[in-house]
């Protein structure tokens, strides 16, 4: 069973910044995917930003050009910077992990790993 655990979450003033962590048990490269989604109070959790293991990045309207995600192969770690933010980016933000593999029927076989989430508070 795959382990992510995020960490860096915690209270900013608004227009402040934050680095999100996430660690796995396994290679961060070893996934399909790699992803930040969040879940704000009283709401859905919605999708905030992907990567590939060949490293193309998408990201929610709301957060291009001011979040970036990231892996590092040394620290075996998931990131996302997020700059200038405000009252909306609040949630908790979870680390999720894709795998894909081919069943002996050739069927696709998927998994979804998450972590525990972090908590983001934007407030003066």
């Known amino acids: 069973q795959v382990q992510l655990v995020e960490s860096g979450g915690g209270l900013v003033q608004p227009g402040g910044s934050l680095t999100l962590s996430c660690t796995a048990s396994?290679?961060?490269?070893?996934?399909?995917?790699m992803a930040w989604y969040r879940q704000p109070p009283g709401a859905q959790r919605e999708f905030v930003a992907s990567?590939?293991?060949?490293?193309?990045?998408a990201y929610a309207d709301s957060v291009r050009g001011r979040f970036a995600i990231s892996k590092d192969r040394a620290e075996n770690t998931l990131y996302l910077q997020m700059i200038s933010l405000n009252s909306d980016d609040t949630a908790v933000y979870y680390c999720?992990?894709?795998?894909?593999?081919?069943?002996?029927?050739?069927?696709?076989?998927?998994?979804?790993?998450w972590g525990q989430g972090t908590l983001v508070t934007v407030s003066s």
């Open positions: 990567i590939t293991s060949g490293g193309t990045a």
């Open positions: 396994k290679s961060v490269f070893s996934f399909n995917t």
């Open positions: 999720n992990a894709h795998e894909e593999y081919t069943g002996v029927e050739l069927e696709t076989i998927a998994y979804d790993y």
